[in-house]
Nanobody, 126 residues
Framework: QVQLVESGGGSVQTGGSLRLSCAAAGLPYNSHCMGWFRQAPGKDREGVAGIGARGSIKYADSVTGRFTISKDNVQNILYLQMNNLKPEDTAMYYC????????????????????WGQGTQVTVSS
């Protein structure tokens, strides 16, 4: 059974930092496309950061320079370090995974990945 479990969300003030974690269990061996997505109330879900099979990374323009995606391949944990948070970063954050040897740019644009986590809420107050 595949499980993606996010943690690390919370409430911070503008300029604060959070680190999200996504513990992956049971993923098929070829699930090399992983990414972080977010959805704010009343808005469409959007890709935040994607990481591909060979470690290529792509960020959404809105978070470039502030967020860092990384992956611990030994413990199968995906991270999202978020610095200099802004109120517009407030959203439910989800990690997702899919099969294949994709690029980070492809992972960022995944619309129907096979596996999703349950989400963790990030709230940034001004």
């Amino acid at each position: 059974q595949v499980q993606l479990v996010e943690s690390g969300g919370g409430s911070v003030q503008t300029g604060g930092s959070l680190r999200l974690s996504c513990a992956a269990a049971g993923l098929p061996y070829n699930s090399h496309c992983m990414g972080w997505f977010r959805q704010a109330p009343g808005k469409d879900r959007e890709g935040v950061a994607g990481i591909g099979a060979r470690g290529s990374i792509k960020y959404a323009d809105s978070v470039t320079g502030r967020f860092t995606i990384s992956k611990d391949n030994v413990q199968n944990i995906l991270y999202l370090q978020m610095n200099n948070l802004k109120p517009e970063d407030t959203a439910m954050y989800y990690c997702a995974a899919d099969g294949g040897y994709c690029s980070g740019a492809y992972a960022l644009r995944m619309t129907s990945p096979t596996y999703w986590g349950q989400g963790t809420q990030v709230t940034v107050s001004s």
